[in-house]
């Protein structure tokens, strides 16, 4: 079955931490996608970064980084040097059928205090 | 380019009333999603169109819901009659087809069953 574990429900941080968000996923097939959405307190959802499951690479952009590693079947996002405005709920999701639906975790809530 | 328009944005209504949720995609794009997602739980797949057609409809609750297509454009999702337990973010998607493409949200309807 597929599936996604966000574990953390709530992390709060001080303005200037350096915080660690964790995706852990399940499935069998062996090409799929991961993603990472914001849900900043305006409700919509905003797209940050797609992978596929070929692509182990980590990836920087700007004060965002993640780390994809297959062997732990983790997609892990932290943001480093956390501002105000990174306050959100933050979800990690999988797609496992091209174009199809995909599944999400249950979102991490994450607080930046001045 | 416009993004994904849904309408209302807010909606609270008397439990045994009924709803109507509203989802203009993409322009050009066939495939269209609703998800929702329930008192702080995670993000859950409703069902997928393609074109006018219903691709995938495993995450209807009940049939309460009835979502429609007309003419491969905008779509409809009715709720009748409305729950308490239908209280939540609906959210709609569209894509032009695999993940390549990306998979655009619009910024969800809050529904209040009171």
């Known amino acids: 079955a597929q599936k996604v574990t966000q574990a953390q429900t709530e992390i709060s941080v001080v303005e200037k931490e350096d915080v660690t968000l964790d995706c852990v996923y399940e499935?069998?097939?062996?090409?799929?996608?991961l993603f990472w959405y914001k849900q900043p307190p305006s409700g919509e959802l905003v797209f940050l970064i797609r992978?596929?499951?070929?692509?182990?690479q980590n990836e920087i952009s700007g004060r965002y980084s993640w780390n994809f590693q297959k062997s732990t079947s983790s997609f892990n996002f932290t943001i480093t040097a956390s501002q105000v405005v990174d306050s959100a709920v933050y979800f990690c999701a999988l797609g496992y059928n091209q174009g199809g639906k995909l599944i999400f975790g249950q979102g991490t809530e994450l607080s930046v205090k001045p | 380019e416009a993004g994904v328009t849904q309408f209302p944005s807010h909606s609270v209504i008397e439990k045994g009333q009924t709803v109507t949720l509203r989802c203009d995609p993409i322009?050009?794009?066939?495939?269209l999603y609703w998800y929702r997602r329930v008192m702080g739980k995670e993000i859950k797949f409703l069902l997928h169109f393609v074109k006018e057609s219903k691709q995938d409809e495993s995450g209807m609750p009940n049939n309460r819901f009835l979502a429609e297509r007309t003419g491969g454009t905008y779509s409809t999702l009715k709720v009748q009659p409305a729950e308490l337990e239908d209280s939540g973010v609906y959210f709609c998607?569209?894509?032009?087809?695999?993940w390549g493409y990306g998979y655009t949200f619009g910024s969800g309807t809050r529904l209040t069953v009171v």
């Open positions: 499935t069998r097939d062996t090409t799929y996608y």
């Open positions: 992978r596929n499951s070929f692509d182990e």
């Open positions: 998607a569209s894509s032009q087809g695999g």
């Open positions: 322009s050009g794009h066939d495939n």
